[in-house]
C-alpha cells in the first residue's frame, strides 16, 4: 500500500519562501514519476510541478521559475521549494505517484499540506 506523506506547509508573507516536503512508503519510488498538485479554495485541483524518474520536470507556466521540485530517491522523498510566493499560490498542495516512470496522471494522493501565502 502506497503512502505519500506531506509536511512542510505553513502560512507565509508575500514573497517569502517555502518547502514542502513527502515522504513515500509502500513501493518502489525510484521507479515512479511523482508530482505536486495543488487546490485553492473553490477551484479545480491544478498541477504544479513533476518530474520522472530521471529528473526531467515539468512547470506550469503559473510558476516557473519560482517553484523547483527535485526527489531524492535514497529517502523516498519528493521536495518542492517556492520561492517568490504569490496571495495567488495559497491552496492545498498534494504529493502524487504518477502510475509509470514519467509525467503520467497521479495513482496515489497524498493527504495534502496547507499552504497560505498571507500579509
Known amino acids: 500500500q502506497v503512502q505519500l506523506v506531506e509536511s512542510g506547509g505553513g502560512l507565509v508573507q508575500p514573497g517569502g519562501s517555502l518547502r514542502l516536503s513527502c515522504v513515500a512508503s509502500?513501493?518502489?519510488?525510484?521507479?515512479?514519476?511523482m508530482g505536486w498538485y495543488r487546490q485553492a479554495p473553490g477551484k479545480q485541483r491544478e498541477l504544479v510541478a513533476v518530474i520522472n524518474i530521471n529528473g526531467m520536470t515539468n512547470y506550469p507556466g503559473s510558476v516557473k521559475g519560482r517553484f523547483t521540485i527535485s526527489r531524492d530517491n535514497a529517502k523516498n522523498a519528493l521536495y518542492l521549494q517556492m520561492n517568490s510566493l504569490k496571495f495567488e499560490d495559497t491552496a492545498v498542495y498534494y504529493c502524487t505517484q504518477s502510475g509509470g516512470s514519467g509525467w503520467s496522471p497521479p495513482k496515489y494522493w497524498g493527504q495534502g499540506t496547507q499552504v497560505t501565502v498571507s500579509s
Open positions: 509502500g513501493s518502489a519510488f525510484s521507479i515512479y514519476g
